[in-house]
């Protein structure tokens, strides 16, 4: 996830596409309209589990060009030549932290499996205290780094992605959470998606000259 660290405001979403390639290629081609409301970059993951689901991070400039980018007719071509039928949650929100466990070695410039999760916590301030207090744990269960997101119109609503260095140990890490992991059992609850598992697939910084 080092790739990216520009991403302190970020428009995620979390659905499944006919054709994987296809929708990449539609992205590329719509950078100068992604880059005209403040994109600056896409990454896009592929599920390792479950096919032809995708996770896709759009990093933004400011608030005011995320409110844009919701707006914009571009995100409503995007899903429909993804096929989608019904728009899924989009997850508009701001770094709460970035936490990297490992120092950068070339095993792990290698990307690993990325778990990410969508769902309402209690309190952040408190998540965040768990989580500093259990970064031992994590990093014993082959967790690289932890990135939190808080969401710009809910306090209470986060996404957090994890990097895993393989899948083994993000099987494990699902299967027997750690406490200080509390949003891993509440994924899938209610409107929010299940735990995504993936792989990076793309990456595509977008350049406003382009």
Known sequence: MSEYNLHSLILACDFRVDDVERMWKWLGRHKPGLAAIGAHHVVLYTSIWEPGRVLVTIGIKQPKSLRELLRSPTIFEWFDISGVEDIPPIFGGEVVEKIDLYEPTPETHVAGVIVGAMTSVDDVA??????????????????????????LDDGR????????????????????PDAAAEWMSKSGL????????????????IDEQD
């Open 126 to 151: 408190a998540l965040m205290v768990k989580v500093h207090d259990g970064l031992e744990r994590f990093r014993g269960a082959g967790v690289r780094k932890i990135w939190v997101y808080r969401a």
């Open 157 to 176: 609503e986060v996404m957090i992605l994890q990097e895993i260095d393989s899948e083994v140990s993000a099987r494990q890490w699902i299967d027997h």
């Open 190 to 205: 209610g409107a929010y998606p299940t735990l995504f598992v993936g792989k990076l697939a793309h990456i595509m910084s």
